[in-house]
């Protein structure tokens, strides 16, 4: 519930019970409906709460549950692709670690073992939803303190464009921030279940004979409250897209203008293509 004690002084504030564990120098939040978290890490849900935390029959204590950093729930995605008729052939390696880690391994654990590969191909899908998983390893599933790393190669079909003496091909594979576009006349703030940070990285193999002739570019926007870098350079054979979206905050509110303009000129940059010239 949004309440704070000093907000709403009555029992309607709580609506879940969880221990506290209290050391020398800390104190731990601990929810045993969240056993896919690290020890330590206080559930999703709880992030910015009040908890009322009994001492014995006569007192009590009010307690601040902490926000988990972006820093701490990362995507980490790094692919390497290459030209193939009008699409897209590439291997890469994703990590997931904090929230990201731990709703992953959940969601992975109740899916049939014959359904694993869509669940997969839904989760790293990336260009188009032609996106097609050809294979996949999935290691730390059981480790909650570590990263859930995916290992891949996949295809994207129908991703190249071509004129006569010329390949187009989208700048970037992804857009983490598509599903949190809203109306323009939107009043409500954006709430979110935790902060985060996504880096991806794209390096497409130049064809052999082909040149690239654009100078290196950088798009960034930054706010307290979120921001994104987004830089595309040339690197001997290569062509590198290295682009990083953090929210640092739960709740989008203030910041709603500020979003949109982001948004906007997300949208402008991640909708440019590389025009690579062909012999």
């Not at 991703?159 to 323009?184: A, C, E, Q, S």
């Amino acid at each position: 519930l949004p309440y704070n004690y000093s907000e709403l002084p009555t029992g309607s504030v709580d609506n879940h019970m969880i221990v506290t564990l209290f050391l020398p120098d800390t104190a731990l939040f601990l929810d045993a409906t969240s056993s896919y978290n690290a020890f330590g890490v206080p559930s999703e849900f709880t992030q910015g709460k009040q908890t009322l935390v009994a001492l014995d029959p006569k007192n009590y204590v009010v307690k601040q549950i902490p926000v988990m950093k972006a820093a701490d729930n990362m995507i980490i995605d790094s692919v390497r692709v290459r030209i193939e008729n009008d699409g897209l052939v590439g291997t890469g390696v994703v990590r997931y670690t904090g929230y990201e880690r731990y709703d992953l391994a959940y969601g992975l654990r109740s899916v049939q073992a014959d359904k694993l590969t869509e669940a997969l191909r839904r989760t790293l899908m990336k260009g188009s939803n032609k996106f097609l998983l050809d294979s996949c390893t999935v290691s730390g599933m059981e480790d909650p303190s570590g990263p859930l790393t995916i290992r891949y190669k996949f295809r994207v079909p129908d991703h190249v464009r071509r004129t006569t003496g010329r390949m187009y091909v989208p700048i970037t594979l992804n857009d983490p921030w598509k599903g949190l576009r809203f109306r323009d006349d939107r009043k409500l703030p954006i709430e979110l279940e935790h902060c985060i940070q996504e880096q991806h990285v794209v390096e497409l193999e130049l064809p052999v004979g082909c040149t690239y002739k654009e100078s290196a570019s950088t798009d960034a926007f930054a706010n307290p409250a979120f921001s994104y870098t987004v830089h595309v350079a040339a690197d001997g054979g290569l062509i590198r897209s290295s682009a990083i979206y953090s929210i640092n905050e739960l709740m989008l509110d203030e910041e709603l203008s500020d979003w949109r303009r982001a948004n906007i000129a997300l949208m402008k940059e991640i909708g440019r293509t590389l025009v690579i010239e062909t012999p």
